[in-house]
């Protein structure tokens, strides 16, 4: 069984058993509270790992928790998921958790079915300010980080199609890289999104390859809402489900699957649900507030969306 407690104290977090939270949660100090709190009012559920807090209602993943209190790495996490027992890194631990903690390493499946990246893609590791790529991320409210963190390429020179574009790999669940996406930088692209024909990406679910506990999946409309809400979070690349979707997501033997897509999407989210319904046991359709896209909002927000939304 998976340790929340001993997780947090790994990191010198206060925690109580007993107190203000039911005996299925952890309870901490919740650092989201506006005016602070020192009465232990957040609790971290021990069999999911998400959290509620009762004082200020933020809900969220045990990574947001983790990332708020210490700055964790989505790296770091996924070692600390490992070392818990939280999640199953296969027969060669040693090798995933160095490829967790080497993000440049992009490694392919063997299979001829696989695009080759761009010729003139280069791996991000770094960046100037003013560039295209920094004020695309400054828009988007994301960091260089982020795009080290997914393991990311640039075509840095303008050569239609594939010219300024943010390449973005797509891993199996094994961590093998096997398709990537195309995000236009220039805002000036026929397509903003460019994939390579005949490579369909839509036989993969983005963000597959990050430990997490998959015990509640969420599953999210594009790559920015996966990168948003972190690991645990799984994006299909547009508002529909593909067979081979809908069997990774089988796969991961969840217990609850929340559809957490753009508010425009609200039909196609139920016939999706209605797909998932007879293998998982919970499912549930997220509707972001107020209509706005889970893009828009910040990580605290969508996971409130996400933790509210009801068992169909
Ligand atoms: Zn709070």
Known sequence: MPNVEKILKSFGIKTIIDGQVTEKCVGVCCPFCPEGDDGFHLGVFKDYGNFTCWKCG??????????????????????????????????????????????????????????????????????????????????????????????????????????????????????????????????????????????????????????????????????????????????????SLSESQLLAIINLKPQRVTLFWDADAKIKSFQAASHITPFVNDVRVAIPFEDRDPDDMGSAEAWTAVESAEKL
């Open 58 to 239: 933020t809900k969220g993943s045990l990574f947001l928790l983790l990332r708020k209190l210490v700055g964790i790495s989505y790296s770091a996490y996924g070692k600390v998921l490992a070392d818990a027992g939280f999640v199953d890194i296969g027969t060669d631990p040693v090798k995933k958790v160095q490829e967790l903690l080497n993000p440049k390493q992009v490694t392919k499946r063997a299979d001829d079915a696989i695009p080759e990246l761009p010729p003139t893609a280069k791996p991000i590791i770094k960046d100037r300010k003013g560039s295209l790529l920094s004020k695309f991320l400054h828009r988007r409210r994301y960091t260089l980080q982020d795009c080290i963190d997914h393991r990311c390429w640039i075509t840095p020179i303008g050569i239609a199609p594939w010219g300024l574009r943010l390449i973005i790999p797509i891993f199996d669940k094994d961590g093998h890289y096997v398709a990537y996406q195309g995000r236009d930088l220039t805002n000036r692209a026929k397509e903003r999104y460019k994939t390579v024909r005949g490579f369909g990406i839509k036989r993969h679910l983005y963000g597959v390859e990050h430990p997490a506990c998959h015990m509640h999946l969420v599953v999210v409309e594009g790559v920015f809402d996966q990168w948003r809400m972190g690991p645990g979070v799984v994006a299909t690349f547009g508002t």
